[in-house]
């Protein structure tokens, strides 16, 4: 037990000594964002769908309405609402060059409440995007600015909080800066993947990657079933891994991972700071097709030749390493936290030439289509389909494959197969499909749909008419078919009936829905005056805090939305306060 205790207070003696020896950020400078112990559910840089995550999010208990602290002297540089994303948002540059971000707010302070509220009704817009002067907003470090919330694309009560540098608008790791965050648990390693790369690579004697069920703890990760992997060729590695925190059940993100060959350092690469242009290439740094076929991200060494990401600071022989010889190969990968928490994970490969029969295979299996080059742009066109790929899009070049299927009840076009759901798109495509003849009237109505794994299932992508197409951008390959959207929008009602008294309540709260095209505005007006109403599209929820505009005894209330194709759906009623 004496033993124990010595190293537990060693750990929290060295600890501050490792995150110094990060970076030279400052790590007095910021206060906490909350009043209480902050436990994390997310961390920098952790891997999310088309993107890393930008901060820490930080527990609120459970609940909404917690007060957010400024971190540090400075004044409020952004405002933002929005129905999705941050949601309720708010931006504080501080003098030392950075800017601190408090996202998912429930509300704001009063003042900034009464100033977002001035400009909603002067914009008749409930998303808006504001810079006040730096004169108008100054704050002192620790002074309440806002509360905590569930808005926007949160998915639970939580406060998002990130550190930028000013200048860049560029995301920094915010525990590089001396958060008072306890976590002496080590990252958890889940899985490796040793792939073979070219025609003339194997291993354990197939042409395919293989999965190693791994075993151990901390320093001591090894594969469960024996330990030396036979290879030969061109090789790369891959592993899944994890961190959890004291007091805090969240699987959370990695700050690095390093792999050594023999004792070399062959790859690594670090979570400090990305800019936001480069987080999409995410899903060239995973096993994208891996990741849609079984939903788990596995981290790779090899860096595909469109892949810009600049978190790596090691990269021999971009990833892939050349087994030619007749020996066997130490490797380790060693994966850390911010808080310098180490595990690593020790196997052997036997290296091999590959055998003549292994290679003629390979190379049958080879695929003639069209080849896209990542480097430029490229063109696809049939009698009623094409495809536009800018330079950029493209991690590697790629065996085009496209195809078509026949019309279903309700189509508007055939059906066009535009390579596979399994490789990513870095930036966006043009997409032009030509409809079969419609009627003037039904033309507005149709759009581009992509088709989900189910029967009937489809995601709207939109379109507009060029020239006897609908052309649209797209940032997924898969199946996409012109169909039309002729219904409005749904008005649900949820605590207001005609003519009912309202004078005890403090909401109007209404639902909205659209069945495919998507909702695209909607006004509320009080006595033809436009009211605020707050969207949130994850519950299809506008509410109105009943204000001045409602008035003593009868009130008309009228709402309108519409869809992306022009539907419209009117609803109103009297209302009594």
Known sequence: MKHFLKLFLLFFLVQPFFLKGQSTYPQDYFGSPVNFKILLSATFGELR???????????TQGAEGKPLFAVADGYISRINVAAGGFGKAIYIDHPNGFTSVYAHCASFGKNITQYVREEQYKSESFEVNLFPDPEKFPVKKGELIAYSGNSGSSGGPHLHFEIRKTKEEEPVNPLFFGFNVKDIIK???QRLIVYPFGNYSIVSGHHKFKEFELAGWGPGYKIKVGDTISVSGDIYFGIETFDLANDSDNKTGVLSIELFIDSELVYAHKMESFPFTESRFINSFIDYPYFVKNGRRVQETRIEPGN????YTKTKDNGI???QDNSIHELVYQVKDVFGNTSKLTFHVKSSPAKLSDVIKSIDE???EIVFDYDDDNDFETDDFRLFIPEGALYDSLHFKYSTGKPFK??????HRVHDKYTPLQSFCTLSVKPKTVTVKLKDKLLIARLGSKTGEYTAIGGEWNDGFIVAQIRDFGDYVVIADTIAPRITPVNITPDKAIAAQKTIQVKITDNLAGIHTYRATM????ILMEYDPKNSLLTYRIDEHTKGGKNQFKLVVTDSRKNEKVYQTSLIR
Not at 49 to 59: A, L, M, R, V
Not at 527 to 530: A, Y
């Open 49 to 59: 769908t088309n993107h890393f995550h930008s901060g820490i999010d930080i527990k």
């Open 187 to 189: 990252p958890t390693i």
């Open 308 to 311: 810009k990401l600049s978190v």
């Open 321 to 323: 390493f050349s087994f």
């Open 366 to 368: 080879g695929n003639p």
């Open 410 to 415: 309700g189509a508007f076009s055939a059906v």
């Open 527 to 530: 006595n033809d005056q436009w």
